[in-house]
Structures are given as C-alpha cells and as structure tokens.
T-cell receptor, first 113, second 114 residues
Framework: AQSVTQPDIHITVSEGASLELRCNYS??????LFWYVQSPGQGLQLLLK??????LVQGIKGFEAEFKRSQSSFNLRKPSVHWSDAAEYFC???????????FGTGTRLTIIP | DSGVTQTPKHLITATGQRVTLRCSPR?????VYWYQQSLDQGLQFLIQ???????AKGNILERFSAQQFPDLHSELNLSSLELGDSALYFC?????????????FGEGSWLTVV
C-alpha cells in the first residue's frame, strides 16, 4: 500500500524567506502526487498536482513542487513566503485505479515577521 | 470557495446518539468522497460514491454509513457515537471519480461527542 511521510511537523520561517516542505512517498510505481493547504477553520485547498510529464510543477499562490523519482520525494517550495501562507500543508498520494488519496500527517507552517 | 457545501458546520452531541452530515458536491460532479480528520488518525479516507453507487470503501466503521442520492448530494450517518468519533469530517467531490481527477474539499463538519 502507498504511504506518505512528512518528516517536519512544524516549521517556522520569516516572512520573505524561502520555504521548502518535505514529502516522501512509498509506492512501487509512479504515483499521482498532490499538495493541499488547510488554513485555520477552512477546508483543504489544492495547491498543485503531479500526474506525469514535467517533474517541476507550478501551482497556485506562487508554490511549486518537484517530483524526484530517485528520492521518492515531492517537496513543496516557495521562494518568498507571505504571512498569509501560515497554514497546515498536506502531501497526498494516489494511484491509478484506486479512488482514495493517502495523506501525510501534515506540516504546520508558522510565519514570523 | 470550492463549491462543495457541507452542513452542519458544527455539531455537538452525546455519546450513543446518531447524527447525519450532509454534503452537496460541486455542480456537475458525480463523485463524492468522505474523509475524517482527527488528531490521532490524521486524514483518513472513509468512502466514495459515484453517481449514486458505492465506488470505494476505506477505514469506515460499521457504525457509519453513507449514501448518495439521485440529485447527487450525499449524507454520512454516524450512529452509536463514541468520544473517539469527535473529528472534522470532510466531504469532497470530483467530476468523474478516479484519482486522476482533481478532488475539491468542502470546509468540513466539526463533530464533538461529549
């Protein structure tokens, strides 16, 4: 069965600094990969997704992620964070023919002035 | 706004009771998913319906059941509630089902069992 690991429970960065959130997956074939963001009291919003093709994926709100098959990783990046980026970020994996998404445990992002 | 509507937003009920959570998918979406988010289990897939039929089942307890109606809205029924059922329950929808289709989440229904 597929699994997702987000090794960082909580990350604090300064506003304007760069950000990288880590995600590692476990699955024998190429999975479908997603990053979602959950703001306090809100639902999950899709930031970006990778199905195939270009391994660098652009998403909304200035985020991007890079699929690295050799490292089984799909890290999320942003060159300069804004205070409004403070939220919980979830990496998720899906596989073809299986309806469900398997989510990581999430990384809580705090932005300091 | 994802277009997925869930009611109620908050619910407090006692152990042993039964509640129904309601979900209206995005206009035109045929597939509805239910997820549970709790502190100890994280985000867990419960069940999926596609055009009225059950398509996939995950970690859904026997005390829980769901259905999707002809107008495509869905209900999640939780019975014999226990304290551990306290969680945020998400509904999500997608166009045709299948993980290749983008899944849009509602804002969730907060259930507190006391």
């Amino acid at each position: 069965a597929q699994s997702v690991t987000q090794p960082d429970i909580h990350i604090t960065v300064s506003e304007g600094a760069s950000l990288e959130l880590r995600c590692n997956y476990s699955y024998g074939a190429t999975p479908y990969l997603f990053w979602y963001v959950q703001s306090p009291g809100q639902g999950l919003q899709l930031l970006l997704k990778y199905f195939s093709g270009d391994t660098l994926v652009q998403g909304i709100k200035g985020f991007e992620a890079e699929f690295k098959r050799s490292q089984s990783s799909f890290n999320l990046r942003k060159p300069s964070v804004h205070w409004s980026d403070a939220a919980e970020y979830f990496c998720a994996v899906g596989i073809f023919g299986n309806e469900k998404l398997t989510f990581g445990t999430g990384t809580r992002l705090t932005i300091i002035p | 706004d994802s277009g997925v509507t869930q009611t109620p937003k908050h619910l407090i009920t006692a152990t042993g009771q039964r509640v129904t959570l309601r979900c209206s998918p995005r206009s035109g979406d045929l597939s509805v998913y239910w997820y549970q988010q709790s502190l100890d289990q994280g985000l867990q897939f419960l069940i999926q319906y596609y055009n009225g039929e059950e398509r996939a089942k995950g970690n859904i307890l026997e005390r829980f059941s769901a259905q999707q109606f002809p107008d495509l809205h869905s209900e999640l029924n939780l019975s014999s509630l226990e304290l551990g059922d306290s969680a945020l329950y998400f509904c999500a929808s997608s166009g045709r089902g299948g993980v290749g289709n983008t899944i849009y989440f509602g804002e969730g229904s907060w259930l507190t069992v006391v």
